[in-house]
């Protein structure tokens, strides 16, 4: 794995994740590390395996995107810790999708945390770390043309179905899902240009509480020190009926 990773010309590289050169055109290989940090960089760690797992149910739900028609970038999985992508534009916007109160939202409102929400919410940060991710709103998405509208009602409601399906999908294994965060680009096909679903879904992004205690199973645990990281991911993976064997191993390996 070190001597095909070496080979391969490194595109960019961000917190959790590095981007290599794909084999083909247009093609790009994802890897996922076991680095995490929050608060916009201020807290830093590893979450042992965490890259490993992240690949696998990241291809999971992908997947299950893909078989209900909403276009994703990936194509498959390679190996414990990369996959092949298509290569995208990524258009430069965080977009958050919420059904109960938690996190920033909790904070910049003064809600409680775990209020259910009476519809959901869909918000919009522009990707910019030096300012932090500022909440923007779809007018200056569309002002500053970092998407047009049409884009933009293409995002909302590959956005709103998205939520739909997971939050079935992850109500069926007995978790909530609170929040979570998705990131498209855009991919021309036939002279056409399509928003496509990137970057990936996993618990770095997406809050995941236990339907019957409540138990955060996300990157929640490491952004509040709650202890038992690693295992929640695990967690997460066994109940989708995904635990990769030899996380450990792999874990020990790359240590
Ligand atoms: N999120 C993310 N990347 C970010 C900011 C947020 O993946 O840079 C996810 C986060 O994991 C949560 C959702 O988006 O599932 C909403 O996050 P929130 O706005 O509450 O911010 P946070 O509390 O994570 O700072």
Redo the contacts with the bound molecule.
């Keep these: 794995m070190n001597f095909r990773m070496s080979r391969r010309r490194r595109v960019y590289e961000g917190k959790a994740k590095v981007l290599f050169e794909g084999p083909e055109p247009g093609t790009l290989v994802q890897y996922f590390k076991d680095d995490a940090t929050?608060?916009?960089n201020v807290k830093k760690g590893t979450i042992t395996g965490k890259g490993v797992l992240n690949n696998r149910i990241s291809e999971y739900l992908m997947v299950k995107l893909g078989e209900i028609g909403v276009p994703t970038h990936f194509m498959k999985r390679l190996n414990m810790r990369e996959q092949l992508i298509r290569k995208v534009d990524i258009i430069p916007i965080?977009v958050?999708?919420?059904n109960i109160v938690?996190?920033?939202?909790?904070?910049r409102l003064g809600i409680p945390e775990g209020t259910v929400l009476p519809r959901s919410i869909v918000?919009f940060?522009y990707?910019k770390d030096e300012l932090g991710?500022p909440?923007v709103s779809d007018e200056h998405i569309t002002a500053f043309g970092w998407a047009n509208p049409h884009e933009l009602d293409e995002i909302m409601s590959l956005s709103l179905r998205i939520n739909d399906y997971l939050s079935g999908l992850f109500l069926g294994i007995g978790l909530k899902l609170?929040?979570?965060?998705l990131e498209f680009g855009r991919l021309w096909d036939n002279d056409e240009l399509h928003i496509i679903l990137a970057d990936e879904i996993s618990p770095?992004?997406?809050?995941l509480w236990d339907v019957k205690t409540n138990d955060k199973m996300?990157?929640?645990r490491f952004?509040q020190d709650l202890g038992k990281v690693e295992e929640a991911y695990q967690e997460v993976a066994k109940r989708l009926g995904i635990m990769p064997e030899n996380v450990t191993a792999e874990a020990n390996e790359k240590a």
Excluded: T
Excluded at 102 to 107: D, I, P
Excluded at 204 to 207: E, H, L, S, T
């Design positions: 929050a608060f916009n965080e958050v999708v919420r938690a996190g920033s939202l909790a904070k918000e940060y990707k991710d909440m609170v929040d979570f965060k770095d992004n997406c809050r996300d990157k929640d952004r």
